[in-house]
C-alpha cells in the first residue's frame, strides 16, 4: 500500500533535497542537495535514515502537510514555528505522527532554512543518482520543481515502530549556535584568484561586513558592500567553481555560489567558503551581514574531517538513544 | 604538458594546464579526462573538464586528503603521454534556419551585408570545436565561428528563447539546451535535444566533439523525432 502525505499548503518554497547529483558536472548539471547539510543530515540521523536521504527543504515560510499514515519524522535547521494539531512542536528531536495529524510549519523566526525528514523516506525517484530538485532543468525530486498545494508526497513505509511515548531526547542547542544572529562570521580559504586582487582590496574583504541581498537564492548569494578591485585587468577563462566558491565580477560586489550553483564560471574567485561553515551561509537570510574570516587550507580541510567524525558520534548515540526507548517499552 | 595544482575546495582539486585557450591543450586536457576516469579510482565523485583545466572532485574520506590526491595525480599525469589520442567524434546538429525558429537571421545578415542564404551556408560550412559543457546543462562552448558572421548580442534580450534555439553572441556561436531568457541572436533551431536526463549520458555534445550544422527543411524540423521528446517549447 503506497503511503503518503497531502500537501495542504505548499510554504514560500519547499523542494526536495538530499545528496548532491555527482558525476554529471560535465555534462554541466550542477551538483544541488541541501543548503544546509548539517541540518539536513541530523534530520535524518534522527529518524534513522542514512544521513543523505532526501528531506524536505523549507525556506523563510513552512507548509502545511496532513498525514496519510503513522510517521516518524525530525525537523531540524532555522527556527520555525511548528505545530502539530494546533498544538506547539519542537525542533531538532524525533517527532511521532499519527494518520490524520496536520503538521503545519509557520514563518521563520531565525536562520532561514529547515528540513523535514521522514523515518523511511520519501519515496521519488532518483534522476541521474541523486533525489535532489534541481529546479532550473525540472528533474528530480518531486517532479522537477517545488511544491504546490494539493501535491501528494509518496513515502516510503518507515523502519522504526511508532511508540505511544513522546521522545524526550534531542540535539543540544549548543550544536545549533550557528543559526542564531544578524551577523555571521564565515571562514574562507584563499581562492585560486585571491593574488589578483590589490592589497588593499583583500584586507578590505576580511575587515568589511558585507550584507545579503535580497538576490540571493539557491544558486547564489549576491553580498552587497565595500567594492573589491583587480590589480590586474587580465581576463580569465572559465574553470570550474563550486557550493562555497566566492566570485568578483567586475561590479566588485562578491557573489557566494551555492548548492545550485553552475558548474563552472568565468569569474576571479577571491575566496573558498570552507564546507564546515557552508550551513551558517545556508541560514543567513537577506538583510543579514557576513564577514569572511580567513583560515589556511590545511586548517579547512582539518575542520572539514572534524565534522565528519562528529556526524559518525552523533549517528552512534542517537541509534544509542533509540536503544534505551526500545529497551524501556 | 606542465601545469599547476590548487585545491579549490576540501573536496575538489584543479590542475591547470594553461590559461589561455588553445586547441591542442584543450586536447590535452580531454585526453587526461578520459584516463583519469578510466582508472575508476575509489573515492573520485566526479572529474570535469574545462577550456584548459581538469577539476577532481572526491571524498576526502575515502579518496584521501589533498596531499594523496596530489600524488596520485602527478603520477597518473605521467602516465597520459603515452597514451594514444582517441578519434573525435563528429556530432552532425540539423537546424532550421530562419523564420520563426531563427527571428534573428535577417538582423545577421543585415549586420554584415550579406544575404541570409549566405549567413546560413557559412555557419553550416564550418566545423566547430566543442572545447568544455559548462554554464547550463548541455550547453557547450564551441570554437571555430567565422569572423565573416559574427555579430555583437541583441541590445535587448528575449525573456523566452526556446530549448534547442542556435544562437550567435560576437564571436561564439551556441545551442540552448533549455528555454531561458537570452541575448544571443537566434539564427534558427534543432530539432534534437540537447540536455537528455534521463540517458546515462545526459549531453548530446561532448567535450572533445567536432560539431557539424546541417540546414534543413521547416517540414524536415516538424518530422524530426529522435526518441528524446525534444522540447521546441
Known amino acids: ?329 | 604538458m606542465d601545469y599547476t595544482m590548487f585545491p579549490l575546495s576540501e573536496w575538489a582539486v584543479t590542475i591547470r594546464f594553461s590559461t589561455e585557450v588553445d586547441e591542442a591543450v584543450n586536447e590535452h586536457v580531454h585526453r587526461v579526462t578520459v584516463f583519469l576516469e578510466e582508472q575508476k579510482k575509489e573515492g573520485i565523485l566526479d572529474i570535469v573538464p574545462t577550456f584548459s583545466s581538469v577539476t577532481v572532485y572526491y571524498d576526502p574520506l575515502v579518496a584521501g586528503d589533498y596531499e594523496e590526491i596530489c600524488k596520485w595525480l602527478r603520477t597518473e599525469l605521467k602516465r597520459v603521454g603515452h597514451i594514444k589520442k582517441a578519434a573525435a567524434r563528429t556530432v552532425v546538429i540539423p537546424v532550421c534556419y530562419g523564420g520563426e525558429f531563427g527571428p534573428d537571421l535577417q538582423e545577421v545578415a543585415r549586420f554584415h551585408g550579406i544575404s541570409e542564404e549566405e549567413v546560413i551556408s557559412i555557419h553550416s560550412r564550418e566545423s566547430y570545436r566543442v572545447y568544455m559543457i559548462g554554464f547550463a546543462p548541455g550547453f557547450a562552448y564551441l570554437g571555430g565561428l567565422s569572423p565573416e558572421i559574427a555579430t555583437p548580442r541583441r541590445s535587448t534580450p528575449r525573456t523566452h528563447v526556446p530549448a534547442g534555439s542556435v544562437g550567435i553572441a560576437g564571436s561564439q556561436t551556441g545551442i540552448y539546451p533549455l528555454a531561458t531568457p537570452g541575448g544571443w541572436q537566434i539564427i534558427g533551431r534543432t530539432p534534437l535535444a540537447l540536455f537528455r536526463p534521463h540517458d546515462p549520458e545526459p549531453s548530446l555534445l561532448r567535450a572533445g566533439d567536432i560539431v557539424q550544422f546541417r540546414p534543413i527543411t521547416e517540414e524536415e524540423y516538424r518530422m524530426w523525432d529522435d526518441g528524446h521528446n525534444s522540447s521546441n517549447t
Open chain 1, 1 to 329: 500500500m503506497m503511503v503518503t502525505i497531502q500537501v495542504i499548503h505548499s510554504g514560500f518554497f519547499t523542494t526536495v533535497q538530499g545528496k548532491g547529483r555527482f558525476g554529471y558536472q560535465k555534462a554541466g548539471v550542477s551538483v544541488g542537495g541541501a543548503m544546509d547539510s548539517f541540518a539536513s543530515r541530523l534530520a535524518n540521523l534522527l529518524v534513522g535514515n542514512d544521513a543523505d536521504e532526501a528531506t524536505l527543504e523549507i525556506t523563510m515560510n513552512g507548509p502545511t502537510l496532513r498525514f496519510d499514515t503513522d510517521a516518524l519524522i525530525a525537523i531540524c535547521g532555522g527556527s520555525f514555528r511548528c505545530t502539530l494539531n494546533s498544538e506547539p512542536v519542537s525542533m531538532w528531536k524525533p517527532l511521532f505522527v499519527r494518520k490524520g495529524d496536520v503538521l503545519s510549519i509557520g514563518a521563520c523566526q531565525s536562520g532561514y532554512r529547515a528540513y523535514v525528514a521522514f523515518a523511511g523516506g520519501l519515496n521519488v525517484p532518483p534522476v541521474m543518482n541523486s533525489r535532489s530538485t534541481y529546479v532550473q532543468a525540472g528533474i528530480g525530486g518531486f517532479h522537477g520543481r517545488a511544491l504546490r498545494s494539493g501535491d501528494v508526497l509518496p513515502l516510503r513505509a518507515p523502519v522504526i515502530t511508532i511508540q505511544e511515548k513522546p521522545v524526550r531526547w534531542g540535539i543540544a542547542f549548543s550544536e545549533r549556535n550557528y543559526i542564531n544572529g544578524k551577523k555571521k562570521i564565515v571562514r574562507v580559504a584563499e581562492g585560486p584568484e585571491y593574488g589578483m586582487f590589490t592589497a588593499q582590496s583583500q584586507e578590505r574583504f576580511f575587515a568589511s561586513v558585507y550584507e545579503v541581498t535580497t538576490q540571493s537564492d539557491r544558486m547564489g548569494y549576491r553580498l552587497q558592500g565595500q567594492a573589491l578591485e583587480r590589480a590586474t585587468n587580465h581576463e580569465m577563462i572559465s574553470e570550474a567553481v563550486t557550493f562555497g566558491t566566492i566570485q568578483v565580477p567586475a561590479s566588485g560586489q562578491p557573489i557566494v555560489l551555492m548548492a545550485d550553483c553552475q558548474t563552472t564560471g568565468g569569474y576571479p574567485r577571491i575566496a573558498q567558503v570552507i564546507s564546515a561553515d557552508l550551513p551558517i551561509l545556508a541560514q543567513a537570510r537577506p538583510g543579514d551581514y557576513i564577514q569572511f574570516q580567513k583560515v589556511s587550507w590545511q586548517e579547512a580541510q582539518r575542520l572539514y574531517v572534524e565534522r565528519e567524525q562528529q556526524m559518525k558520534k552523533w549517528k552512534m548515540i542517537i541509534q544509542q538513544k533509540w536503544r534505551e526507548m526500545d529497551d524501556a517499552r
